[in-house]
């Protein structure tokens, strides 16, 4: 596991395995691929193709980014592996992925997605508060698309059903450009 590196070197990336109905969410999702390749960032991902992973792949690769795809074998209906130039591992789970996506990444960012990206921002968050792994995340939103479930986790604290420590390593952003130096900053800040 990488993070008790103070140097951000690769993030793992949670989005949808859908394109969604907006363009900001294209264009978001490459912007970020780009931006991660530019800085010589690798990018942990789902392994897929399609929607907005694909896109962040994608974009990631046209910059000659170096970009890690974790796939879990036989578990969707059709193969949409990517089948660009990345280094791809290959899993036999959901949760296989995930644990492997933690462990090869310094830190993660999130976009707008579906169950399976929330289902990837809990089960980090609820390692980071168990102790297992102490990695920083971003939340890249757009049109306050993050809010109401940053709202919840406020109110989850305020009700003390929640430590307000996982807010230590949780931060919302909107521009892409903003989230290697945000990262780098939850990074130092835990060492």
């Not at 949409?80 to 036999?92: D, T």
Request: net charge negative; proline share 3%; with cysteine.
């Amino acid at each position: 596991m990488l993070a008790e590196q103070s140097e951000l070197t690769s993030v793992a990336v949670f989005c949808a395995s859908s394109r969604g109905n907006r363009p900001e969410l294209i264009s978001l999702a490459r912007a970020l691929g780009e931006h991660l390749a530019t800085e010589n960032i690798t990018i942990v991902f789902g392994g897929s193709n399609a929607g907005l992973m694909g896109v962040v792949a994608d974009a990631a690769i046209s910059q000659g980014g170096h970009v890690i795809g974790v796939y879990p074998e036989n578990t969707f209906s059709r193969d949409v592996r990517h089948r660009g130039e990345i280094e791809l591992h290959l899993v036999s789970s959901m949760h296989e992925r995930k644990s492997a996506m933690f462990n090869l990444a310094d830190a993660a960012v999130a976009l707008p997605g579906g169950l399976g990206t929330l289902d990837e921002v809990i089960e980090l968050l609820l390692w980071t508060q168990l102790g297992i792994h102490q990695l920083p995340l971003v939340l890249l939103d757009v049109s306050d698309f993050w809010g109401k479930f940053v709202g919840f986790l406020d109110d989850a604290v305020s009700y003390g059903l929640l430590n307000s420590e996982f807010q230590n390593s949780l931060r919302t952003v909107t521009d892409p450009s903003s989230v290697i130096e945000v990262l780098d900053q939850l990074m130092q800040s835990r060492t």
